[in-house]
């Protein structure tokens, strides 16, 4: 019966992780990110990283969590990588393994001097850095620096529930 429950766990695992695997990382350009952030249907979450930031890759996880908190009120994730282009094949392998559940896309561009301002005019470069938007409200904040929990469920309430673009 133990070896019975100890397969049917592997399996389990094993499935969760090829869903994760399969996901294919599309590229995008800069009018495809603006489209996107502009088109948003739903409280969205923009987050930009790359494998390389120890950073980035502490706080996924965490936004995984409060986006499947309030997946009830809309609220999507959008892991945007800013890796360098011969990290490409390796994103959907490190994702998987990370078991990465947003929607993921590689920007396909190397020129942060104009993809940084198109995200946010104040944006320096520096990751990893997440844009709120919701365009039904006018809700849109940028944050260039690591958010930690509380600062996210903070930020998510406020995306979700204000009528207004704060300064």
């Known amino acids: 019966m133990k070896k019975k429950s100890s397969f049917l766990l592997f399996l389990l695992v094993f499935a969760g ?6 996901q294919d990382i599309q590229k995008w350009k800069l009018e495809d990110l603006k489209a996107a952030i502009q088109n948003a249907r739903e409280p969205t979450i923009f987050n930009f990283w790359a494998t390389f930031c120890k950073p980035c890759i502490e706080e996924i996880p965490y936004f995984q969590q409060a986006v499947k908190k309030y997946e009830k009120e809309g609220v999507k994730l959008v892991l945007v990588s800013v890796d360098l282009p011969e990290a490409y094949p390796k994103i ?5 393994k990370r078991k990465y559940t947003a929607s993921i896309f590689y920007l396909d561009e190397t020129n942060a001097d104009e993809f ?12 990893p850095a997440s844009l709120f938007v919701n365009q039904k409200t006018g809700y849109r904040h940028f944050f260039e620096d690591q958010i930690k929990k509380s600062q996210l469920e903070k930020e998510i309430k406020a995306m979700i529930t204000e009528n207004k673009k704060p300064s």
């Not at 959907?92 to 998987?96: E, I, R």
């Not at 940084?116 to 990751?127: E, H, L, M, N, Q």
């Open 17 to 22: 992780l090829q869903e994760a695997a399969t």
């Open 92 to 96: 959907k392998s490190f994702a998987a």
């Open 116 to 127: 940084c301002p198109a995200v946010d005019p104040k944006w320096s470069g520096t990751i």
